[in-house]
């Protein structure tokens, strides 16, 4: 006889999307809901954490009922609650931490505390069963930018991060430069489908030889620069650029930071001998990130394997979130109602 498979709910309230899923046995997505915020926030061109965390308050409730009902299951089909918890805002993560608490106690199912970064790893693993060790991963979002010596999905060992801003952060504060919608990122990689990447030079930050650190904020005030001279003493140009200008800028900024990105991978891949290179976090959903880093892969010698997390999956979501916390089920690891958020981690 077949066994039981194992059915997980995860919430994920980290920033500004409310997110519940039903994953059986770490793959089969059986629901996925998620109430996105970005009209609330686009007026203050990011994310307000007070305004976050009152719409997942208000959202979490319905969301998580909508994901059980997708599924169709009830709470006896249920095997564990899984809850990001950190890193994140943490009056925004504190709601589904509570939301969790209080069905794994009400409920009398185990709780799993799930760290969101290696959530977003797992994205780029869903539909992976022959990983081929060593691997690198790299997350890029909007909190964060990382390196990881990929062993296990329990076990990723971070290799560097970024010391100032995240990839995503540049994306979002660039486009505001440029007076694109928000959120940055998707914009500016649509405006940048109409410029030339060559057109102007924006620096790259390498930091030393062999670091496998980041730092975009050099980059964002760059373009600021160019925009508005440089000490800001100019006036902004933006207002009188044609729509071929912009294009320019985005397509070069954007140039530049998959430039770093690909070129640390590399480095890091090269430091531990990678075969598999993983992708995951907002900025994976950029399609010429993926262009780039799967033509890194075909010409290093021996070829690497790119996996990359499927574009819904690249923001957040709660399947990453349910699916991580399957093997921590199947390992023991389990929270109590102790369970506090962390913004850090
Ligand atoms: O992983 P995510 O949903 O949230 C965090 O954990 O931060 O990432 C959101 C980030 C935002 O900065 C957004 O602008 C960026 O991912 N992003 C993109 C694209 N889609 C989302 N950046 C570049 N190109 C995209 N297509
Ligand atoms: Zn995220």
Redesign the pocket.
């Given at each position: 006889m077949q066994d039981k498979s194992i059915n997980i709910l995860g919430i994920e309230t980290?920033?500004d999307?409310t997110a519940a899923a039903v994953v059986a046995d770490g793959r089969i997505v059986k629901s996925s809901v998620i109430a996105s915020q970005t009209r609330l926030h686009e007026k203050y061109g990011g994310v307000v954490p007070e305004i976050a965390s009152r719409a997942h308050i208000e959202k979490i409730y319905p969301v998580i009922k909508e994901a059980m009902a997708q599924a169709d299951v009830a709470k006896d089909d249920i095997d564990a609650i899984a809850v990001a918890n950190q890193p994140?805002l943490t009056i925004a993560l504190i709601v589904g931490v509570t939301a969790a608490k209080t069905l794994s106690f009400a409920w009398e199912k185990p709780l799993i505390a799930i760290n969101?970064l290696h959530a977003?790893l797992q994205s780029a693993m869903l539909s992976e069963d022959d990983l081929q060790l060593p691997a690198v991963a790299l997350i890029v979002?909007?909190?964060?930018t990382c390196l990881y010596d990929y062993h296990s999905p329990l076990e990723p060992e971070l290799l560097g991060s970024t010391i100032d801003d995240?990839a995503?952060?540049a994306?979002?504060k660039v486009a505001t430069i440029l007076k694109l919608p928000y959120?940055?990122?998707?914009n500016?990689?649509k405006a940048a489908e109409k410029g030339n990447p060559d057109a102007i030079k924006f620096p790259r930050s390498m930091l030393g030889r062999d670091s496998l650190d980041f730092s975009f904020s050099g980059i964002k005030t760059a373009v600021l620069y160019y925009c508005r001279g440089q000490n800001m003493k100019g006036e902004n140009k933006v207002d009188s650029m044609t729509p071929r200008q912009i294009a320019d800028i985005a397509a070069s900024f954007q140039a530049a930071v998959i430039d770093v990105l690909v070129k640390k991978t590399q480095r890091a891949a090269e430091k531990i001998g990678a075969r598999t290179i993983l992708l995951g976090?907002?900025?994976a959903?950029?399609?010429q990130?993926r262009i780039a880093l799967q033509k890194m892969c075909d010409s290093d010698v021996p070829p690497k394997k790119l996996l990359v997390a499927p574009k819904h999956y690249?923001?957040?979501n709660a399947v990453m979130v349910a699916s991580l916390a399957y093997y921590k089920f199947k390992a023991g690891l389990f929270a109590d109602l102790t369970l506090e958020p962390k913004a850090t981690g």
């Open positions: 980290s920033c999307e994140g969101h977003h979002s909007g909190g964060h995240a995503g952060e994306f979002d959120p940055g990122g998707p500016i990689e976090g907002g900025v959903a950029n399609n990130l690249c923001t957040d």
